[in-house]
């Protein structure tokens, strides 16, 4: 099956589309699953949970997208549309822009933890619905070393209030193979095999550069 064409990827505030059926499933638990040409829901992947929403009429309860490429939509309640037939998509907006928040506001704070005093690489992260924690390679973390990564993170994403006129917070820039990436250091895409497809974002905030596979907020 071809992958999966991710419009996320080139508007992350996409969240009303048509996509065209290309395969409606029922896995071995008995869930309906519905595979689009192209989507707009993001599946959970990099750590960032999966969207929910409405697709041709059914609800959107989880989004999960294989080795392969392919995004598999589950679907819950009356999905009529066969392969071929285009269905209208609406992603989550809030939940969307929660997660995207959370999972930004983390790769800020994991790029100020390295590039400070306490020189503490981030390992793991996992967000859940609200909260997203950081796991770091060393034993602790004084609290001087938590007040100045606070500090930077606050002056790096500035409030509406203090924001300068016709500032711009976060920068987006999508890539098409892993193979491009280059980094090492980049942990989260180790195992890519040369040229796997790896859709990916290049956040550039202040003097902050990272990359990931996940949905991240956009220029203002």
Not at 8 to 22: A, T
Not at 111 to 128: D, H, I, N, P
Not at 205 to 220: D, F
């Amino acid at each position: 099956m071809t992958p999966t064409t991710l419009l996320y990827h080139r508007d992350p505030h996409l969240l009303r589309f048509d996509g065209v059926v290309s395969a409606v499933e029922v896995d071995p638990a008995g869930r309906r699953i519905v595979v689009l040409r192209e989507t707009a829901f993001y599946p959970e992947a990099g750590g960032q949970m999966a969207d929910h929403g409405v697709l041709g009429g059914a609800r959107v309860t989880d989004v999960q997208v294989g080795d392969d490429g392919v995004v598999r939509h589950i679907v819950e309640g009356g999905f009529a549309a066969a392969v071929g037939d285009a269905v209208a998509g609406v992603v989550d907006g809030a939940r969307r822009r929660q997660h995207m928040a959370m999972h930004t506001a983390q790769h800020i704070l994991s790029q100020v933890l390295l590039s400070q005093r306490a020189r503490a690489e981030t390992v793991s992260a996992r967000l859940g619905e609200t909260v997203c924690t950081v796991d770091v390679d060393v034993a602790a973390l004084s609290d001087r070393d938590v007040l100045e990564a606070e500090d930077a993170v606050h002056a790096i994403v500035p409030t509406r209030a203090t924001r300068p006129a016709g500032g711009s917070f976060g920068c987006f820039r999508p890539m098409a193979r892993a193979d491009t990436f280059g980094s090492p250091e980049n942990h989260w895409l180790r195992g890519k095999p040369s040229g796997a497809c790896a859709p990916a974002t290049c956040l550039a905030i202040a003097s902050l550069v990272r990359w990931c596979v996940g949905v991240q907020v956009p220029a203002e």
